[in-house]
């Protein structure tokens, strides 16, 4: 467990880079905010958690609790899923809009485009495929 990072993971690799090509701007893992969200866009306050399935008990494939060791694994992940709604509410109490962005979710680039877009709430996407269309 020791070798499995907490930042600069694949899939919120895959997400930034994603969001860099959307034309999107953001800083990284803000030590000032509940959680140390992963994407920051502190004009909007808005920031953006990549969750990895296993890890934060999502209810998906990846995110099933393993067989064996359940009193060691079901304690440890339920306490991951509290930690992640307290840090949510913490945040949003403080005025962010907050977005999860699941591992399994970033394999699907549209559906990921679609809820980044819908997220950070100005169209960014369309505007540009647009404007690269009439060329």
């Known amino acids: 467990m020791q070798s499995v990072g907490t930042v600069n993971t694949g899939p919120e690799l895959a997400v930034r880079r994603f969001l860099h090509q959307m034309g999107y701007r953001y800083r990284l893992h803000a030590k000032n905010l509940p959680g140390r969200p992963d994407i920051v866009f502190a004009s909007r306050k808005k920031v953006i958690f990549v969750h990895g399935c296993f890890w934060h008990n999502h209810g998906c494939d990846k995110g099933r609790p393993p067989k064996s060791r359940l009193t060691y694994w079901g304690p440890k992940l339920t306490a991951n899923r ?54």
Do not use: P
């Not at 992640?84 to 403080?94: I, N, V, Y």
């Not at 979710?105 to 980044?116: A, G, H, P, V």
């Open 82 to 135: 509290e930690r992640d709604k307290a840090q949510r509410s913490r945040l949003e109490a403080l005025g962010w809009g907050v977005l999860t962005i699941w591992q399994c979710e970033t394999r699907d680039l549209e559906k990921l485009s679609q809820k980044l877009d819908a997220f950070l709430g100005n169209g960014r996407m369309r505007k540009r495929a647009a404007a690269g269309a009439g060329h």
